[in-house]
């Protein structure tokens, strides 16, 4: 069984580019990115609160699983009301000069959004996140458990859920404000982290901001290093400025209990500016990390296992968004490992030859996820499709 442990978040995306405007090229593996927004989001069950002031949004439950709202309209709503990232209320909304905007708001988070890309794979997946009580905790529970991830060892939350507001430029590229202060996410304590609850065990995934934001990062990363005595462990670092400082990614340290290190190239910039590839490798290498993986959006991937090193291509595309495309990468990578028999300890039996094998078919997960919208990720017959 493979585990995940992280946050979710719902993501409330404030545009998305046309048909007529989704290029053709080839496939981003990540992306990271920032905006500043405000207003208030009103489904048809809950009424959750984002920040800033305008029109109150009227908005309905969608077939997909998320919620969609418009703003310039005054909607009365029933059901409860929630409060996400610290904010909490009805008076707010967006607006936007001659017209109004429309959001959609769906689950993800870059862990959860792994879990359920792994699932959907076909892999015994079992994610560790704390899920919030409010509308949008049950939001992320129906999408991961219909996507067959095992919530048992999910503990239920009193704090709220993270919001993240994702505007989409024309090439489907995401730029996010965070809602996270005292949010669901954070707060691990070392008693609801327990590696008995999870044996038998072969692969744990971590990272994102579960390793960085306080107060459970402690917890998190203490329980990632029991973890490594007895199954594999991967980390992506995903990084994010606006939540969290450089200093906060302590990615050496963590090499110190980590096999599999896969970051984007962003992120790299960010923890090692100026550095090349191949000397940000060596130097995760040399702190502990076996296999690195380094995502270049449509430049593929470059693998380096123990030094050596090869390139992987980005599959041709129609893109849509990239959206949970390095998460959906991710898991690619650790299916296509475990069914090669090499999780559950340290990579002994991996050579580049696999690993390429593996990052190769990561790519093509990653670039089915691009060809829909949001944090999509493919069900294992469609990749046997095509």
């Known amino acids: 069984m493979i585990a995940v442990l992280g946050e979710c978040v719902a993501d409330a995306f404030l545009t998305r580019p046309s048909a007529s405007d989704t290029p053709t090229t080839d496939s981003a593996l990540d992306t990271n990115g920032l905006s500043a927004v405000g207003g208030t989001l009103t489904s048809g069950t809950s009424t959750v609160a984002v920040g800033g002031s305008g029109a109150a949004v009227g908005g309905s439950a969608m077939a997909d699983g998320g919620f969609a709202a418009t703003s310039g309209t005054s909607a009365a709503t029933g059901g409860r009301s929630a409060t996400v990232g610290g904010f909490s209320g009805v008076a707010g909304g967006f607006s936007m000069a001659g017209g109004g905007l429309t959001l959609r708001v ?3 988070g870059g862990p ?4 359920v ?3 959907r794979l076909g892999d015994p997946t079992r994610f560790l996140g704390r899920l919030s009580r409010d509308a949008f905790g049950e939001l992320f529970r129906a999408r991961l458990t219909s996507s067959g991830v095992d919530l048992t060892a999910a503990p239920e939350a009193a704090e709220p859920s993270t919001l993240a507001v994702a505007a989409l430029d024309a090439h489907g590229h995401a730029e996010y404000t965070f809602y996270a202060d005292g949010t669901a996410d954070w ?3 070392p008693y609801e982290l327990d590696l008995a609850r999870l044996r038998p065990l072969t692969c744990l995934h971590t990272g994102s901001l579960a390793l960085v934001r306080p107060p ?6 203490a329980f990632a290093r029991a973890a490594a005595r007895e199954a594999t462990v991967s980390i992506d670092p995903n990084v994010r400025p606006s939540l969290a400082a450089k200093d906060d990614y302590q990615v050496e340290r963590w090499c110190a209990f980590t096999d599999i290190l896969k970051l984007s190239e962003d992120d790299l910039d960010f923890l090692l500016p100026g550095a090349s590839l191949e000397r940000a490798c060596d130097t995760w290498h040399a702190a502990g990390a076996r296999l690195v993986v380094v995502t270049r959006g449509a430049a593929g991937a470059l ?3 123990d030094g050596e090193r090869a390139e992987v291509r980005a599959p041709k595309v129609e893109v849509v968004d990239t959206v949970g495309a390095g998460d959906s990468f991710t898991a690619g990578l650790l299916h296509d490992l475990g069914a090669k028999g090499l999780l559950g300890g ?3 039996g991996l050579g580049l030859e696999a690993a390429v094998e593996a990052a190769t078919f990561a790519a093509r997960v990653s670039a089915l996820t691009c060809s829909v919208a949001g ?10 499709e095509r």
């Not at 459970?216 to 990363?221: D, F, L, T």
């Open 112 to 115: 959860a959004n792994t879990a």
């Open 187 to 189: 707060q691990w304590t």
């Open 346 to 348: 340290r990579l002994d």
């Open 375 to 384: 944090a999509n990720p493919p069900w294992a017959h469609q990749l046997t």
């Open 117 to 119: 890309a792994l699932a």
């Open 216 to 221: 459970g990062r402690e917890a998190v990363e």
């Open 106 to 108: 769906l689950p993800g």
């Open 303 to 305: 693998v380096s296992l």
